[in-house]
C-alpha cells in the first residue's frame, strides 16, 4: 500500500448548488434597486463566489481581495494584513463579502471593519462554511451555506497545500492515509 490522503464526502456538489441557488435568490431579494458589490477573498471564495453572482439575478460588480492571517503553527494570533486590495469604488455601496470558511472571525471583522472606512451603505458577510465552535471574536455572518463543526475540509475551492480545490463537493480530509486510490467516489 502507499500513503495518500483519505477523502470522506461531508457535502455533495448537489447539496452545495441548491444551497448556493437560495442564497443567490435571499441576496436577489434583499438588494432590489441598491448598488450591490461582491467581494471574494482569495483563493478559497472563487469557485463559491463563481457560482453565487451567476444566482444573483441583480446588476452588480465583482472584485477581490487576498488577506493573510499569522501567527504562531496553525493557530490565528489574529494579526491580518491586506496582500491585494479592492480595486472598486465602495464609496455608497452595499458590499456583501464572499468567503470560503469562516471560523476564528478574526480576518472577517478586519475585513468587515476596513471595508467600512470605504463610506460603503452597507457591508454583509456570506460564507459558504461556518464552523462556529472555533469563533474567538464575535463576527455576524449574514448569509450561510452549511454549518460544519469538525474536521479539516477541502474541495469546492478550499485546499490542503494548495491541492483538492477543484473536487465538486466539500470533503473531510485525513491526510497520509494508508490506501490503494486516490480521488474520492461521491458516495
Do not use: W
Amino acid at each position: 500500500m502507499k500513503t495518500v490522503d483519505e477523502l470522506k464526502l461531508v457535502i455533495s456538489k448537489e447539496d452545495i448548488n441548491n444551497r448556493v441557488s437560495e442564497i443567490g435568490e435571499q441576496i436577489t431579494r434583499e438588494y432590489q434597486d441598491r448598488q450591490l458589490a461582491v467581494i471574494g477573498i482569495l483563493k478559497g471564495a472563487f469557485i463559491f463566489m463563481a457560482d453565487l453572482v451567476r444566482k444573483i439575478d441583480l446588476p452588480l460588480e465583482v472584485d477581490f481581495i487576498r488577506l493573510q492571517s499569522y501567527g504562531s503553527g496553525t493557530e490565528s494570533a489574529g494579526q491580518v494584513r491586506i496582500t491585494k486590495d479592492v480595486e472598486l469604488p465602495l464609496k455608497d455601496k452595499h458590499v456583501v463579502i464572499v468567503e470560503d470558511i469562516v471560523d476564528t472571525g478574526y480576518t472577517l471583522k478586519y475585513l468587515k471593519q476596513v471595508l467600512s472606512l470605504h463610506q460603503t451603505a452597507s457591508v454583509k458577510i456570506c460564507c459558504l462554511i461556518d464552523k462556529k465552535e472555533r469563533r474567538k471574536v464575535d463576527v455576524d455572518v449574514d448569509y450561510v451555506g452549511f454549518e460544519v463543526e469538525k474536521g479539516f475540509l477541502v474541495g469546492y475551492g478550499l485546499d490542503y497545500d494548495e491541492q483538492y480545490r477543484q473536487l465538486p463537493g466539500i470533503y473531510h480530509l485525513n491526510p497520509r492515509y494508508e490506501a490503494k486510490g486516490f480521488f474520492p467516489s461521491e458516495r
